[in-house]
């Protein structure tokens, strides 16, 4: 249902895949894939279709009962997953501090506890990472990684974006 109608506007606007991937900043398998109903766009890119092909999104998404109940539970995942993400950095943060600063004798660590302290913060920091990737899939772009709305070019190396 979604798909086609964002198919008709898209070819009632005049415009190609590429055309409409390029303004929304994502690929054009990406515009295939939500025209085939394979995925749903997240809300910040209903938004730039909206305003591309010059329609509301009530009539882009009205019946389309499916697509509001993933976008809704999308969007409670990435709510949720932000807060891990800062929860797990204040853990990081917390651990650090706790192994390298000096103590007084009465609260110093062994070697045990302070081995065991830096397991904990290696293994926070996947789950640090873990949560970062949560969120990309979800949020469809490289969430903390590219400033919003601008175009990521993968033909050129990371470090030139």
């Keep these: ?36 109903g394979r995925s ?9 279709i909206g305003d591309t092909l010059g329609v509301s999104l009530d009539t882009l ?5 499916a697509m509001r109940a993933v976008l809704a539970k999308r969007e409670r995942l990435v709510a949720d997953s932000r807060w891990v993400y800062w929860a797990c950095y204040g853990v ?21 506890a302070k081995g065991v302290g830096f397991a904990l913060l290696f293994l926070n ?16 772009r490289r969430w903390l990684a590219v400033r919003p709305g601008r175009p990521v070019s993968y033909d050129r190396p990371r470090w030139h974006r």
């Design 92 to 112: 990081n943060a917390a651990l650090i501090l706790l192994l390298t600063l000096p103590w007084p004798s009465p609260f110093a660590m062994g070697w045990g």
């Design 61 to 65: 998404l009205k019946g389309d009962a």
């Design 40 to 48: 749903y766009p997240d809300l910040a890119s209903l938004v730039r």
């Design 1 to 36: 249902m979604f798909g086609e109608r964002l198919a008709a506007a898209r070819r009632a606007k005049g415009l190609t895949q590429d055309q409409l991937a390029t303004t929304c900043c994502v690929a054009r398998q990406t515009i295939s894939s939500w025209e085939n």
């Design 125 to 140: 920091a996947a789950a640090v990472e873990r949560s970062r990737t949560v969120l990309t899939k979800l949020s469809g």
